[in-house]
């Protein structure tokens, strides 16, 4: 399909075909979006915030592509709008609402990762950047049969009052064995659109681990589509909104090859005048014989004017399955929780952050990275 045609689609699909289901309400606030739809394109990147400025990053998406290095058995190119490969962009997520043509219209700059069969890659790491207007990146990433190794995509967007999308299709090969880790640091003053779509094979183990602080609006979203038979999938996620700053994250699983399994648990947390959906759905297709599949979302709000909504959604299609189950709460911080820190010699501040440094850690990645928690905070 032609860039032409994706620009007329942007103008013609929805934001959303329906309401969410199942309490029929739209959880992203898509006028952030709409209002900023024609903003020209970023003619500046966003500064890499000092808290992240240690990571040794392979690849720099922002106003252009900057290949660093590329670790043994992985190759990195460029990737352009006339891409004409065997897996075009677009082609796993397909276009399906106004932001998928948004971002098929309007994308400025990507990568094409291959990490080739057997390769033991150690760890890859890319960036992509926000900038001073719109910026739209797009990322394709093969993953080779029997290749081990460590992913980790970094996406920050800025203090400018700018738009961002991010697009990640990814594909792992039969008997792969990755962590495929995404953070997501957004300042409160740009919305952005992340999309991560990962389709595993036969046998293949993925491990995700999910970090996400939101911005003005931030809609993170990642697919993780169980396709071979005994393929593993395990997810755990930490969620922040912190105060003015607004998220919508979900993470959604599909079990369909036999005896497949997926694990999903996510912890988030909500500020004073913040705003969290932490959301996800796992189903399991009428193909996943014998699948198992498991999500379970806690939502612990930590102010009066803060809102947060833990919807989990679990779906059946096969009659013979060894587990499904699904979990969800949300809570508030009590003021017997409080009064126990207090009487420990913390004050309230600190008694927040304390509790809030916990679902940060919740994910691992924090400790792993070495990651300040109280500087994200701040970014």
């Not at 592509?65 to 796993?92: C, F, N, Q, T």
């Not at 394709?140 to 700018?162: F, H, M, N, Q, T």
């Given at each position: 399909?032609?860039?032409?045609?994706?620009?007329?689609?942007?103008?013609?699909?929805?934001?959303?075909?329906?309401?969410?289901?199942?309490?029929?309400?739209?959880?992203?606030?898509?006028?952030?979006?709409?209002?900023?739809l024609?903003?020209?394109?970023?003619?500046?990147?966003?500064?890499?915030?000092?808290?992240?400025?240690?990571?040794?990053?392979?690849?720099?998406?922002?106003?252009?592509?900057?290949i660093?290095?590329?670790?043994?058995?992985v190759?990195?190119?460029?990737?352009?709008?006339?891409?004409?490969?065997?897996?075009?962009?677009?082609?796993?997520?397909?276009?399906?609402?106004?932001?998928?043509?948004?971002?098929?219209?309007?994308?400025?700059?990507?990568?094409?990762?291959?990490v080739?069969?057997?390769?033991?890659?150690?760890?890859?790491i890319?960036?992509?950047?926000?900038?001073?207007?719109?910026?739209?990146?797009?990322?394709?990433?093969?993953?080779?049969?029997?290749?081990?190794?460590?992913?980790?995509?970094v996406?920050?967007?800025?203090?400018?009052?700018?738009?961002?999308?991010?697009?990640?299709?990814?594909?792992?090969?039969r008997?792969?064995?990755?962590?495929?880790?995404?953070?997501?640091?957004?300042?409160?003053?740009?919305?952005?659109?992340?999309?991560?779509?990962?389709?595993?094979?036969?046998?293949?183990?993925?491990r995700?681990?999910?970090?996400?602080?939101?911005?003005?609006?931030?809609?993170?979203?990642?697919?993780?589509?169980?396709?071979?038979?005994?393929?593993?999938?395990?997810?755990?996620a930490?969620?922040?909104?912190?105060?003015?700053?607004?998220?919508?994250?979900?993470l959604?699983?599909?079990?369909?090859?036999?005896?497949?399994?997926?694990?999903?648990?996510?912890?988030?947390?909500?500020?004073?005048?913040?705003?969290?959906?932490?959301?996800?759905?796992?189903?399991?297709?009428?193909?996943?014989?014998?699948?198992?599949?498991?999500?379970?979302?806690?939502?612990?709000?930590?102010g009066?004017?803060?809102?947060?909504?833990?919807?989990?959604?679990?779906?059946?299609?096969?009659?013979?399955?060894?587990?499904?189950?699904?979990?969800?709460?949300?809570?508030?911080?009590?003021?017997?929780?409080?009064?126990?820190?207090?009487?420990?010699?913390?004050?309230?501040?600190?008694?927040?952050?304390?509790l809030?440094?916990?679902?940060?850690?919740?994910?691992?990645?924090?400790?792993?990275?070495?990651?300040?928690?109280?500087?994200?905070?701040?970014?």
């Amino acid at each position: 399909m032609s860039r032409e045609a994706y620009q007329r689609l942007a103008k013609e699909l929805p934001f959303q075909h329906i309401a969410d289901t199942p309490t029929v309400k739209y959880y992203t606030d898509w006028r952030v979006f709409e209002e900023r739809l024609n903003l020209e394109s970023s003619t500046e990147e966003d500064r890499v915030p000092e808290v992240l400025e240690h990571l040794s990053y392979n690849a720099v998406l922002g106003v252009e592509a900057r290949i660093l290095g590329e670790p043994k058995g992985v190759e990195v190119r460029v990737l352009r709008g006339d891409y004409d490969g065997d897996l075009k962009p677009m082609s796993l997520v397909g276009v399906h609402s106004r932001m998928h043509a948004y971002h098929a219209y309007r994308w400025n700059t990507g990568l094409l990762v291959d990490v080739g069969e057997g390769a033991h890659f150690g760890k890859l790491i890319v960036l992509s950047l926000g900038g001073n207007a719109y910026t739209g990146h797009h990322l394709i990433l093969r993953v080779g049969e029997r290749a081990k190794g460590r992913i980790l995509l970094v996406d920050y967007a800025g203090p400018s009052r700018g738009l961002k999308t991010f697009v990640v299709e990814a594909t792992v090969g039969r008997e792969a064995d990755v962590d495929l880790d995404i953070v997501s640091l957004h300042s409160r003053n740009h919305a952005v659109y992340s999309l991560t779509h990962i389709v595993s094979a036969d046998e293949s183990t993925v491990r995700s681990r999910v970090l996400s602080l939101g911005g003005a609006m931030s809609r993170v979203q990642v697919d993780y589509v169980v396709e071979g038979e005994r393929a593993k999938l395990s997810t755990l996620a930490s969620a922040v909104a912190r105060e003015r700053a607004r998220s919508d994250v979900i993470l959604n699983s599909v079990n369909k090859g036999p005896e497949s399994e997926v694990t999903v648990n996510a912890r988030g947390a909500v500020l004073d005048k913040g705003y969290l959906a932490l959301r996800g759905s796992a189903i399991v297709d009428d193909r996943a014989r014998w699948a198992s599949s498991e999500i379970e979302i806690q939502v612990v709000i930590m102010g009066e004017e803060a809102k947060g909504y833990a919807v989990p959604v679990l779906e059946i299609h096969s009659g013979d399955v060894a587990k499904a189950n699904h979990a969800a709460g949300v809570s508030h911080i009590l003021e017997e929780q409080r009064f126990y820190l207090r009487s420990r010699g913390l004050s309230d501040e600190d008694a927040s952050r304390l509790l809030v440094t916990g679902i940060l850690g919740y994910s691992g990645l924090i400790e792993d990275l070495k990651l300040d928690p109280l500087r994200i905070l701040t970014v």
